[in-house]
Nanobody, 119 residues
Framework: QVQLVESGGGLVQAGGSLRLSCAAS????????MGWYRQAPGKQREVVAY???????NYADSVKGRFTISRDNAENTVYLQMNSLKPEDTAVYYC?????????????WGQGTQVTVSS
């Protein structure tokens, strides 16, 4: 059994910063790509940032230059540093990971953490 547990969401004023964390635990052989998605009310879930096992990264255009994704492979943890937050960043943020377990590669999601940016 594998779990992704997120933390770090909250309420912040526009221009502020938050750091999200997502720790994977369980019967993990290895972790491939990890990413952050978000879903605002009435909208589809969208990718925010992605980091490959080798460390290469990709970002949604809306967050480039403001958000930074990183990972600690020893701790099976992925982070999302969010700076210069805007009200339109308000959403539930979900961690995602492609994890090699004994039975193959599986796609896992965290439970979500709310980020609210006030104007």
């Amino acid at each position: 059994q594998v779990q992704l547990v997120e933390s770090g969401g909250g309420l912040v004023q526009a221009g502020g910063s938050l750091r999200l964390s997502c720790a994977a635990s369980g019967n993990i052989v290895s972790i491939n790509g990890m990413g952050w998605y978000r879903q605002a009310p009435g909208k589809q879930r969208e990718v925010v940032a992605y980091i490959a096992s080798g460390g290469s990264t990709n970002y949604a255009d809306s967050v480039k230059g403001r958000f930074t994704i990183s990972r600690d492979n020893a701790e099976n943890t992925v982070y999302l540093q969010m700076n210069s937050l805007k009200p339109e960043d308000t959403a539930v943020y979900y961690c995602n990971a492609h994890i090699q377990v004994l039975t193959g590669i599986r796609n896992y999601w965290g439970q979500g953490t709310q980020v609210t940016v006030s104007s």
